[in-house]
C-alpha cells in the first residue's frame, strides 16, 4: 500500500509548502480597499489575494479528504 502525499508535506524548492504558504499570507494579506485607490489595484490586489486563498484551500481539501 502506498503512502498517501500530502500538499503540506511537499518541499518546493527546499522550501516547506506550509512555509511558503505563510510567506505568501504575508505578503499578500487580505485588505480593504480604500476609497482612494484605483479599480485596476483593487482589482491587481484581489487576484493575488485570490490565488493564496485558492492555494490554502486545496491545501485543506487534501489535508480532509
Known sequence: ???P???N???FQGLQL???VNELEEN???LNPHPDD???LIMYRSGQRSV???IQH???EENNG
Open 18 to 20: 506550509s512555509t511558503l
Open 5 to 7: 502525499t500530502y500538499l
Open 28 to 30: 499578500f494579506p487580505p
Open 58 to 60: 486545496h491545501i485543506n
Open 52 to 54: 493564496v486563498e485558492w
Open 38 to 40: 484605483s479599480h485596476s
Open 1 to 3: 500500500m502506498q503512502t
Open 9 to 11: 508535506t511537499l518541499e
